[in-house]
């Protein structure tokens, strides 16, 4: 059974910088063989996307808000997914989720984005951004 477990977080300054890590076991392959992304919920807010990549490792794909300033990174030899995040915002404030999926069809060139196509989560960890 594959699962995911975040690492890091907590509480930054605005302008700071924060890492979240994954760690990911139970699957066959490791991380080589997932295609893997970043999403966060905010209080009253939808599950989005912020920064994800292919299951082949080639393609990286950011959500608006992500660009520039947060960095997707996969580790297949300790099976961990990072997310980098800098010039933090109080609208960064959120709880920050790992997800996965098999590396199969679309998903081995191509970075998907909504929630319903992972099938495999993390249980989330608190990122504060003070102003």
């Known amino acids: 059974q594959v699962q995911l477990m975040e690492i890091g977080g907590g509480l930054a300054q605005a302008g700071g910088s924060l890492r979240v890590s994954c760690a990911a076991s139970g699957h066959t392959g490791g991380t080589y063989t997932m295609a893997m992304a970043w999403f966060r919920q905010a209080p009253g807010k939808v599950r989005e996307f912020i920064g994800g990549?292919?299951?082949?490792?080639?393609?990286?794909f950011y959500a608006d808000s992500a660009k520039g300033r947060f960095t997707v990174s996969r580790d297949n030899f300790k099976n961990t997914l990072a997310l980098q995040m800098n010039s933090l915002t109080p609208e960064d404030t959120a709880v920050y989720y790992c997800?996965?999926?098999?590396?199969?069809?679309?998903?081995?060139?191509?970075?998907?984005?909504?929630?319903?196509?992972?099938?495999?989560w993390g249980q989330g960890t608190q990122v504060t951004v003070s102003a």
């Open positions: 990549l292919s299951g082949d490792g080639t393609r990286f």
């Open positions: 997800a996965a999926r098999d590396a199969q069809g679309t998903a081995y060139s191509y970075v998907h984005t909504a929630p319903s196509d992972y099938p495999y």
